[in-house]
């Protein structure tokens, strides 16, 4: 398994959840990492990424943190101040050759397995 997301939960609105991706060495030190989510009946989005510096979706800036730890190969999602429009399985992903906010995820080359986030009001 080259990308292993985790974390996932339900939620009330307001509140926090950090998400996981643990990446095999090869992928967390050559790709650039990513997060995008999928609500039911949209199309999946983009949420953030870590290239050298981060990108943020406009929806989540200010609210989401990726960071990532060199020794466990793992990037992290940190959300805040979460809404019900956060509700969506949330994915980790890597791309070799894009970076930044106008990545689609057709342009990502690995996928971890999705993570459900709930968020409640």
């Known amino acids: 398994v080259q990308l292993q997301a985790s974390g996932g939960g339900l939620v009330q609105a307001g509140g926090s959840l950090r998400l996981s991706c643990a990446a095999s060495g090869r992928i967390f030190n050559s790709y650039v990492m990513g997060w995008f989510r999928q609500a039911p009946g949209k199309d999946r989005e983009f949420v953030g990424s870590w290239s050298g510096g981060t990108y943020y979706a406009d929806s989540v800036k200010g609210r989401f943190t990726i960071s990532r730890d060199n020794t466990k190969t793992t990037v992290y999602l940190q959300m805040r101040s979460l809404k019900p429009d956060d509700t969506a399985v949330y994915y980790c992903?890597?791309?070799?050759?894009?970076?930044?906010?106008?990545?689609?995820?057709?342009?990502?080359?690995?996928w971890g397995q999705g993570t459900l986030v709930t968020v409640s009001s």
């Open positions: 992903a890597a791309t070799r050759y894009c970076s930044g906010v106008g990545c689609s995820a057709g342009q990502y080359d690995y």
